[in-house]
């Protein structure tokens, strides 16, 4: 099935930077959305990004202004340019995706990876 492994989670202070980048791998029909969620203890895991094959990006309020998604469809990758951030934003960020596990599959399955931690902090 298919594996997704994120990196590029790290400290940073307020107002710096981040990239996360998840690549995509295994025997998969096709990836139809990737993106990324983030979990604080206490919350539920919450949407921050996501971008359909062919269509356009869809972010959280908080972060529209600051955050950009990127995807290389035939790489089967996706990143997240965090900018200013924020200690609000610290939280462990999935990566995922809604795919068709194989062409005899009639629904789309969801995967994700396993987490990278993001913490923001002077």
């Known amino acids: 099935q298919l594996q997704l492994v994120e990196s590029g989670g790290g400290l940073v202070q307020p107002g710096g930077s981040l990239r996360l980048s998840c690549a995509a791998s295994?025997?998969?029909?096709?990836?139809?959305?990737m993106g990324w969620y983030r979990q604080t203890p206490g919350k539920q895991r919450e949407l921050v990004a996501e971008?359909?094959?062919?269509?356009?990006?869809n972010y959280s309020d908080s972060v529209k202004a600051r955050f950009t998604i990127s995807r290389d469809s035939a790489k089967n990758t996706v990143d997240l340019q965090m900018n200013s951030l924020k200690p609000e934003d610290t939280a462990v960020y999935y990566c995922y995706a809604a795919a068709r596990p194989s062409l005899s599959s009639l629904i789309d399955r969801n995967y994700w990876g396993q987490g990278t931690q993001v913490t923001v902090s002077s």
């Open positions: 295994g025997p998969i029909f096709r990836v139809k959305i």
């Open positions: 971008i359909p094959s062919g269509g356009s990006p």
